[in-house]
């Protein structure tokens, strides 16, 4: 055979199998932790496994150890228990719940044959901490019966500031918190800037038949970042607040299971059972 006949053949097929290569038809590992491609009959000589990895969200080395995984495949809600196997192409979704941290929901599948594993990272969390700031910027004192520093009465918009602060190395959590004053004769609205309003959670008791109360959504903090936020206190027409304890609780948001199996995020399931992870206020007089 003629010599550069032969090479010419070969640099046609190398040429060939690099257009292969750049259209995708040919494709190279791309280290996916997904399971492997079943059998030509469909069934997988590995059954399909799956495998959590949990690690601290502020600490991505560190791993965090699930003490149990709430967990629905192809809708159905199967227990707290990760199934041993599953079939070819399964999905769903689970929640990874450990103490102390924020639960949280993660998707996975369609599941290949052998091992997969689905990574999450959760936040440790513990009561954050809360600062007020009377009209003329001193933190008041945490007491509603009164204490050292309070906010003065006054008939006209009483203007605060709320300050939160994560503690180091975790997360407050998304937020839930009401704001209640036990006069509703002198109080009109209690006004946060820069926050959603919400409806005031279900498992919510006021502290008498006198109050009124409103919620709002406080974005997460996390590693001992802060922010403060405005609070307008407007007094009914021609009334003065005075004498008036401000009740202001906080409840951080996680996933949890609703009654039904369905998966959701937030402080309270359907029936108004409380389903938060965190719970934490500051309370003061204004006389």
Do not use: H
Request: charged share 15%; net charge negative.
């Amino acid at each position: 055979m003629n010599k550069n006949r032969k090479m010419n053949g070969l640099w046609f097929l190398v040429i060939g199998v690099v257009a292969l290569f750049a259209l995708g038809v040919i494709k190279l590992p791309q280290g996916s932790t997904a399971g492997t491609e079943p059998l030509p009959e469909g069934s997988c000589e590995l059954a399909p496994t799956l495998v959590n990895v949990t690690l601290n969200g502020v600490n991505p080395g560190s791993a965090v150890i699930g003490t149990s995984f709430p967990i629905r495949v192809n809708g159905a809600y199967q227990g707290t228990i990760i199934p041993s196997s599953f079939a070819y192409g399964d999905s769903g979704e689970l929640i990874v719940v450990a103490d102390d941290y924020i639960d949280k929901k993660v998707l996975f599948g369609p599941l290949g044959c052998g091992k997969n594993t689905v990574t999450v990272e959760l936040y440790a969390t513990d009561d954050s901490s809360i600062k007020v700031f009377n009209d003329v910027g001193t933190v008041v004192t945490d007491n509603i019966l009164g204490g050292i520093t309070n906010q003065s009465a006054s008939s006209t918009v009483i203007d605060q500031e709320i300050k939160f602060i994560a503690n180091s190395d975790q997360s407050s959590g998304d937020l839930v918190c009401v704001i209640e004053a036990t006069n509703t004769a002198e109080v009109s609205t209690m006004v946060i800037s820069g926050v959603t309003k919400v409806n005031v959670p279900k498992f919510y008791t006021v502290a008498g038949a006198g109050s009124v109360a409103e919620a709002y959504e406080i974005p997460a903090l996390i590693d001992g970042a802060s922010k403060i936020y405005n609070l307008k206190i407007t007094p009914e027409s021609g009334q003065t607040i005075d004498d008036t304890a401000i009740y202001f609780t906080c409840y951080s948001k996680e996933a949890f299971v609703q009654p039904d199996g369905t998966f959701s995020y937030g402080i309270e399931d359907s029936d108004g059972t409380a389903q938060y992870e965190d719970e934490f206020d500051y309370d003061w007089l204004i006389t």
